[in-house]
């Protein structure tokens, strides 16, 4: 069964610092990762999909990477800003049991100080 | 502008009661899914429909029902058969491709006293 884990829950961090958020997954077998930034209250805003063939994916301030055999992806976000305080969750997409399934991390809860 | 719209956003009922959440998308996506967030837990899949008149059963879909008659309306009812109820409801949608990323409403937040 597809696990996947987010650590730090929560970090904070002053304005401008270059930060990573991890997360790792248990079953490799996946077709990709996806990125999503969450507001208090709100729904998920996907950010970055990293297909399983594709080492990484940049937008902007982002960029997400992807190391399958190891099980693990990085978000890093670059000169991070008081805007950039939201949750973090990733989650990967594979088939099990029969069916396609997404498992979701239960995120890191960033807060970025000015 | 094209996307998806969940209401209402905050529900309060009764205990025993059926309740039902809306969900609408423009986005013309034909696979839809309803995901239950808890505190300190990530998201469950409660059901989700690949195809207007199909359905299918997530991860904790006991004491919850869906219909997909339209392309564009995923419906989720609340029946009292669901133990603990109360939590944050988000409605998705995507494109049939795995490789398609998920697109998500604004949740609906249901309290049941």
């Known amino acids: 069964k597809q696990e996947v884990t987010q650590i730090p829950a929560a970090l904070s961090v002053p304005e401008g610092e270059n930060l990573v958020l991890n997360c790792s997954f248990t079953d490799s077998a996946i077709y990709n990762l996806q990125w999503f930034r969450q507001d208090p209250g709100k729904g998920l805003t996907s950010l970055l999909l990293i297909q399983s063939s594709q080492r990484e994916q940049t937008s902007g301030r982002l960029n997400a990477s992807l190391d399958k055999s190891s099980g693990r992806s990085t978000l890093y976000i670059a000169a991070s800003q008081p805007g950039d305080s939201a949750t973090y969750l990733c989650?990967?997409?594979?088939?099990?049991?029969?069916?396609?399934?997404?498992?979701f991390g239960k995120g890191t809860k960033l807060t970025v100080n000015p | 502008d094209g996307g998806i719209t969940q209401s209402p956003k905050y529900l309060f009922r009764k205990e025993g009661q059926n309740v039902t959440l809306s969900c609408e998308q423009n986005?013309?996506?034909?696979?839809m899914y309803w995901y239950r967030q808890d505190p300190g837990q990530g998201l469950r899949l409660i059901y989700y429909s690949q195809i207007v008149n199909d359905f299918q059963k997530g991860d904790i879909a006991e004491g919850y029902s869906v219909s997909r008659e339209k392309k564009e309306s995923f419906p989720l009812t609340v029946t009292s058969a669901q133990k603990n109820p109360t939590a944050f409801y988000l409605c998705?949608?995507?494109?049939?491709?795995?490789?398609?990323?998920?697109?998500f409403g604004n949740g609906t937040r249901l309290t049941v006293t």
């Open positions: 986005l013309n996506h034909d696979a």
């Open positions: 998705a949608s995507s494109i049939r491709d795995y490789n398609s990323p998920l697109h």
């Open positions: 989650a990967v997409r594979g088939y099990q049991g029969g069916s396609e399934k997404l498992v």
